[in-house]
């Protein structure tokens, strides 16, 4: 079964800074999708960016990037000139191929931006 | 383009006692996936739909069970409820294996 791991329970960054999120997990599988989640205190779970394994090239959302190693199995999000409305809990998310399109999501990553 | 919508936003049960919660997919979705996410931790997928039949179950109970209508909207049903069972639930629609949209969930408190 596939797993996912993020590290860091929390996080903090000054409003304009750049904050990195951790991401690994565990597969035995070559193809699958992988997903940063936002949820806000609304509760609400907004679709941050969405990677394709099989693509090498990184995926990018404006501020929002990712690097992706395949390899290591690592699938970090990088938040660029970060602002007050990014603050919420930001999930992982692994999605096989196979199967039903279920979505495996990591315990999640609480930012908090500094004004 | 409508998003996803659930109801109802928030209920509260007693032990025992039976729910359904509902959920509208997104225009032009066929698929409704279910999650329940307990309080600080990341949701966990309890069943999915597509085109009115279930096609794949996580852990749960069969105190679980679903349904998905013609217009592709969808139904949790929780029998024999659990202080356990007190969870946000999440829907989330998509176009076959396109990526999940969600709803804004259900809280459900069982007391």
């Known amino acids: 079964a596939q797993t996912v791991t993020q590290s860091q329970p929390e996080m903090s960054v000054q409003e304009a800074e750049t904050v990195t999120l951790s991401c690994t997990y565990d597969t035995s599988e070559s193809d699958y999708y992988l997903f940063w989640y936002k949820q806000p205190p609304s509760r609400q779970m907004i679709l941050v960016i969405r990677q394709e394994a099989y693509k090498q090239q990184n995926a990018t959302e404006n501020r929002f990037s990712v690097n992706f190693q395949k390899a290591a199995k690592s699938f970090s999000l990088k938040i660029s000139d970060s602002q007050l409305g990014d603050a919420a809990m930001y999930f992982c998310?692994?999605?096989?191929?196979?199967?039903?399109?279920?979505?495996?999501f990591g315990q999640g990553t609480r930012l908090t931006i500094n004004p | 383009e409508t998003g996803v919508t659930q109801s109802p936003t928030h209920l509260i049960k007693t032990r025992g006692q039976q729910v359904t919660l509902r959920c509208s997919s997104q225009s032009g979705h066929n698929t409704v996936s279910w999650y329940q996410q307990a309080l600080g931790q990341g949701p966990q997928f309890i069943f999915q739909y597509y085109r009115e039949e279930e096609n794949g179950r996580g852990n749960f109970p069969p105190r679980f069970s679903g349904l998905q209508f013609p217009n592709y909207s969808s139904e949790l049903n929780v029998n024999a409820l659990e202080l356990d069972d007190s969870a946000l639930y999440l829907c989330a629609s998509s176009w076959g294996l396109e990526t999940q949209y969600f709803g804004p969930g259900t809280r459900l408190l069982v007391l």
């Open positions: 998310a692994y999605r096989s191929l196979r199967g039903a399109q279920k979505l495996v």
